[in-house]
């Protein structure tokens, strides 16, 4: 069975969808989730098998070093001394430069014994889980989780009037990080799961959100597949909602009070952009602009209540996944989100969703952010590598 990733049409097709994948799904049941691994910016077990253990030895013939994942192809002959190239995939080059690797930690023509998975479709592709470098016997190319920045116990920093500062502060740089939960969950429910939003256990996909029937099959679907048709990794398309402030590079704030309006960028996907409109306008788009098509963030408005940001946001399309995980939406979707910085550190984001086309009720969900400061964003580009 395909997925119908098309929501308004699952909708029109709700009954089929909901008979046929009640089918598909219980013949799926012998699938595994498997947990990603420690800076996956899509889920490796939807391109490789964990059950499907390797070890390949031979020389470097090139390096990838690009977004998403760098990749060493090397040359491995088989018993019979047939010599085949095989792409060995990596993490991102962000993630390796982090601890300080470089396309020059190795050289062409250098031997390298790799522990790795195979790909699932069987192609001579493997994802390393381990490389050691022959002339040195050490090991290569691995990531280690990125240790939070102390807390630097500051009080919230504000502008002249006393609004909050979201973003930095003048001469200074940072931005927002680290989000402490990785899935978009109803607020109240508890579940598991790894950085791009795979479920530890399939059996909690029902109580993440208050899903319609159709919405919550296609949910478990995308869960079961690994997330392989995410559209921010097959066709870098940008992740509205509230996706943007679970992406593992990050977001910055660009207040520009001037001109009545807050930028958002983000580090991932390709370095996408969002506008929070703060002059009180209309929520509909402009004549002689975008009219009003629907879009990957929607329209925002937003107002100042206190020392929280709240914004309204409407007018989405529905060719993205708004959260981590694939949870569905339709254009009918409708955000209320607030922003908040208790403190110098802390981002408190909190979130209402309603969208009548796919849940059964509004529901809400939160989480915070950890101040990153002296940094720019990381230099990430989804379509680095891509044709």
Same mark, same amino acid.
């Given at each position: 069975m395909r997925e119908i990733d098309t929501p308004r049409a699952?909708?029109?097709?709700? %009954?089929?969808?909901?008979?046929? %994948?009640?089918?598909?799904?219980?013949?799926? +049941?012998?699938?595994?989730?498997?947990?990603?691994?420690?800076?996956?910016?899509?889920?490796?077990?939807?391109?490789?098998? %964990?059950?499907?253990?390797?070890?390949?030895? &031979?020389?470097?013939?090139?390096?990838?070093?690009?977004? *998403?994942?760098?990749? /060493?192809?090397?040359?491995? $002959?088989? $018993? &019979? &001394?047939?010599?085949?190239?095989?792409?060995? #995939?990596? #993490? %991102?080059?962000?993630?390796?430069?982090?601890?300080?690797?470089?396309?020059?930690?190795?050289? @062409?023509?250098?031997? /390298? !014994?790799? #522990?790795?998975?195979? @790909?699932?479709? +069987?192609?001579?592709?493997?994802?390393?889980?381990?490389?050691?470098?022959?002339?040195?016997?050490?090991?290569?190319?691995? $990531?280690?989780?990125?240790?939070? *920045?102390?807390? !630097?116990?500051? $009080?919230?920093?504000?502008?002249?009037?006393?609004? *909050?500062?979201? &973003?930095?502060?003048p001469s200074e740089t940072g931005y927002w990080a680290s989000p402490s939960a990785t899935t978009l969950a109803e607020r109240g429910v508890t579940v598991e799961a790894d950085a791009n939003g795979l479920l530890r256990n399939i059996a909690d996909a029902p109580r993440v959100a208050p899903f319609q029937d159709?919405?919550?099959?296609?949910?478990?679907?995308?869960?079961?597949?690994?997330?392989?048709?995410?559209?921010?990794?097959?066709?870098?398309?940008?992740p509205g909602g509230p996706r943007m402030f679970q992406n593992r590079y990050g977001v910055q704030f660009l207040e520009n009070r001037d001109r009545q309006r807050i930028f958002v960028m983000m580090g991932s996907g390709n370095r996408n952009w969002r506008l929070i409109y703060t002059d009180g306008r209309e929520q509909k788009g402009q004549v002689e602009g975008d009219a009003d098509n629907p879009l990957y963030f929607g329209r925002a408005v937003g107002r100042w209540e206190g020392d929280a940001l709240v914004v309204d946001t409407k007018g989405y399309n529905e060719r993205f996944w708004f959260s981590n995980g694939g949870q569905p939406h339709t254009m009918q979707l409708h955000l209320v989100e607030r922003f908040a910085r208790p403190d110098f550190d802390t981002l408190r984001y909190d979130v209402t969703i309603e969208d009548p086309g796919a849940y059964t009720r509004p529901w809400s969900a939160g989480w915070t952010l950890r101040w990153v400061p002296g940094e720019d964003m990381p230099e990430y580009f989804c379509q680095d590598n891509r044709p």
């Open positions: 699952a909708v029109v097709y709700a %009954s089929l969808v909901t008979r046929a %994948s009640k089918r598909w799904l219980g013949a799926c +049941g012998a699938i595994l989730l498997v947990v990603a691994p420690l800076a996956a910016h899509h889920a490796i077990g939807a391109k490789f098998d %964990s059950a499907k253990p390797l070890t390949l030895r &031979g020389a470097i013939t090139s390096i990838d070093w690009a977004n *998403p994942h760098a990749h /060493v192809f090397i040359n491995v $002959a088989d $018993a &019979g &001394g047939r010599v085949t190239n095989w792409a060995i #995939e990596l #993490e %991102s080059p962000v993630d390796l430069r982090r601890q300080g690797w470089t396309r020059n930690t190795v050289s @062409a023509g250098d031997v /390298v !014994t790799v #522990e790795a998975i195979a @790909a699932r479709d +069987g192609s001579k592709q493997a994802w390393s889980l381990s490389m050691v470098l022959a002339r040195t016997g050490q090991r290569v190319f691995f $990531a280690r989780p990125v240790a939070l *920045p102390p807390p !630097t116990n500051k $009080a919230t920093p504000r502008w002249p009037d006393g609004q *909050p500062r979201l &973003g930095s502060l159709w919405s919550r099959d296609l949910y478990a679907y995308r869960q079961r597949v690994f997330l392989k048709d995410d559209p921010l990794f097959q066709h870098c398309l940008p």
